[in-house]
């Protein structure tokens, strides 16, 4: 069946580091690929998405690509802030069905 | 646009009772699914209606867990009787038909759930 894979974590980082969380997937046909983000306390929220090989999801200077021939979807960030601190989720999804998460990865952001 | 509902946020019973939890999902969204995330994993879906039929209820421990979408709007998922394992956050999420894979899931707060 259908799997998402992400890095384990916590990541721990300094203000204005470089952020990378993998995250590869397992899926048939061609699926849609997601970055959730769980803030503290708050609900799921959609970050980015892709729909199709090549495309790249971007959103409050988070990117991802969607990489079909490396079945992958990493999300970078140029520069973190405190702000960004929260829980990270890759999910996938084909047609309108459930979307399959990641077991999602930490990432701390300190001054 | 208001944004998925959900209540209780919080909920403590005991093991063998029973408890229900209530969505209101986004006005106009056809879609609607039910998670379990368990601590420490990413959420998993245990049942998705298209307005008040189920499409998927596969990863549904019937045994104890019901739900319904009375005419297509409002969702109620109940547990009887709760056991340990049950101790999770209850995610709804709603989704607008007819946009295929592209379609976006917008989740609620969630109900956090304690079996003692």
């Known amino acids: 069946g259908d799997s998402v894979t992400q890095m384990e974590g916590p990541v721990t980082l300094s203000e204005e580091a470089f952020l990378t969380i993998n995250c590869t997937y397992t899926a048939t046909g061609y699926p849609s690929l997601f970055w959730y983000v769980q803030y503290p306390g708050e609900g799921l929220q959609l970050l980015l998405k892709?729909?199709?090989?090549?495309d790249k999801g971007s959103n409050k200077g988070f990117e991802a690509t969607y990489r079909k021939e490396t079945t992958s979807f990493h999300l970078e960030k140029g520069s973190v802030q405190v702000s960004d601190s929260a829980v990270y989720f890759c999910?996938?999804?084909?047609?309108?069905?459930?979307?399959?998460f990641g077991t999602g990865t930490r990432l701390l952001v300190s001054p | 646009e208001a944004g998925v509902a959900q209540s209780p946020r919080y909920k403590i019973i005991e093991k063998r009772q029973s408890v229900a939890f209530w969505c209101n999902p986004i006005?106009?969204?056809?879609?609607l699914y039910w998670y379990q995330q368990i601590l420490g994993q990413g959420p998993k879906l245990l049942i998705q209606?298209?307005?008040?039929?189920?499409?998927?209820d596969s990863q549904l421990p019937k045994d104890r867990f019901s739900a319904e979408r009375l005419k297509g709007v409002d969702s109620t998922l109940k547990i009887q009787p709760a056991k340990l394992e049950d101790s999770a956050v209850y995610l709804c999420a709603s989704r607008l038909s007819g946009q295929g894979a592209q379609g976006t899931q917008y989740f609620g707060p969630g109900t956090r759930l304690l079996v003692l």
């Open positions: 999910a996938l999804s084909r047609g309108f069905q459930k979307l399959v």
């Open positions: 209606f298209q307005n008040n039929g189920v499409v998927d």
């Open positions: 006005s106009g969204h056809a879609t």
């Open positions: 892709a729909t199709k090989a090549d």
